[in-house]
């Protein structure tokens, strides 16, 4: 009689306890923030990559020019 009583009173205290414990009461862990700064991260760079590409193909072009002058006075 006396330990059904004593279950009784020490069953919701533990189950309180579990289920209040810090960051089980939270929810999903809110990660939106990291994802956003991954996703800029990642588009930054291939933006710089694709303006590297850009000055580079430019350069090669002047570069081009540069030579087919160069041949065309020597031939």
């Given amino acids: 009689m ?3 009583i004593i279950f009784t009173l020490i069953n919701p205290l533990a189950m309180a306890a579990i289920f209040m414990a810090p960051g ?3 929810g999903p862990a809110e990660t939106f923030n990291y994802m956003v700064a991954g996703f800029v991260v990642i588009f930054g760079a291939m933006g ?3 303006v590297s590409l850009a000055t580079r193909n430019k350069n090669l072009s002047q570069d081009l020019e540069t030579l087919q002058k160069i041949d065309e006075r020597a031939g």
């Fill in 48 to 50: 710089l990559y694709l």
């Fill in 24 to 26: 089980l009461q939270e």
């Fill in 2 to 4: 006396i330990s059904g």
